[in-house]
T-cell receptor, first 114, second 116 residues
């Protein structure tokens, strides 16, 4: 059974700091891995999608890496800003029954202090 | 571009009542999903659909039903609401070609349901 773990559960940093969020998964048989951002009371916004054949994806100040063999992904946020404060979730897309599904981690709650 | 739209955003139900959460997407995605999110528990898959006329159970389907008569719409029905169904419900969609390409998942804003 695929399990996704995100450590730490919460992180507080001063503005301007570079930071790394971690995601680990137990089964390397994934189709892709996706990082999301969730603001309080809101839905999930997709940040980056890494296909299983890829090693990393970049968007602006965000960089996500994927190491399937070790079951790990990291989300790197450069020069953090207070507007980056949110909960960040990772999810892996896996085979499930006759189709596919996403298995989510429980998220890392990030607070960036001015 | 509206993306994935869910209604209602908030609803309070009494035990035993029924209701339907609406979800529609305008991206011509073939796959659609319903998830529930509970504090400290992460997101759990309730039902999913790989195309119009095709639906299947997820991890936690008991107490729910779905239909997919069109590509755009994927309503979730709660029958005989129970307090355990108090949660935030998210609809999502993606474009997927099975075993060939799995696309990015797009979420709606969520529907917050309380059963008293």
């Amino acid at each position: 059974k695929q399990e996704v773990t995100q450590i730490p559960a919460a992180l507080s940093v001063p503005e301007g700091e570079n930071l790394v969020l971690n995601c680990s998964f137990t089964d390397s048989a994934i189709y892709n891995l996706q990082w999301f951002r969730q603001d309080p009371g809101k839905g999930l916004t997709s940040l980056l999608l890494i296909q299983s054949s890829q090693r990393e994806q970049t968007s602006g100040r965000l960089n996500a890496s994927l190491d399937k063999s070790s079951g790990r992904s990291t989300l790197y946020i450069a020069a953090s800003q207070p507007g980056d404060s949110a909960t960040y979730l990772c999810a892996v897309r896996v085979r499930w029954g006759g189709s596919e599904k996403l298995v989510f981690g429980k998220g890392t709650k990030l607070t960036v202090n001015p | 571009n509206a993306g994935v739209t869910q209604t209602p955003k908030f609803r309070i139900l009494k035990i035993g009542q029924s209701m339907t959460l609406q979800c529609t997407q305008d991206m011509n995605h073939n796959y659609m999903y319903w998830y529930r999110q509970d504090p400290g528990m992460g997101l759990k898959l309730i039902y999913y659909s790989v195309g119009a006329g095709i639906t299947d159970k997820g991890e936690v389907p008991n107490g729910y039903n779905v239909s997919r008569s069109t590509t755009e719409d994927f309503p979730l029905r709660l029958e005989l609401a129970a307090p355990s169904q108090t949660s935030v419900y998210f609809c999502a969609s993606s474009y997927t070609i099975e075993t060939l390409y799995t696309g990015e998942l797009f979420f709606g804003e969520g529907s917050r349901l309380t059963v008293l």
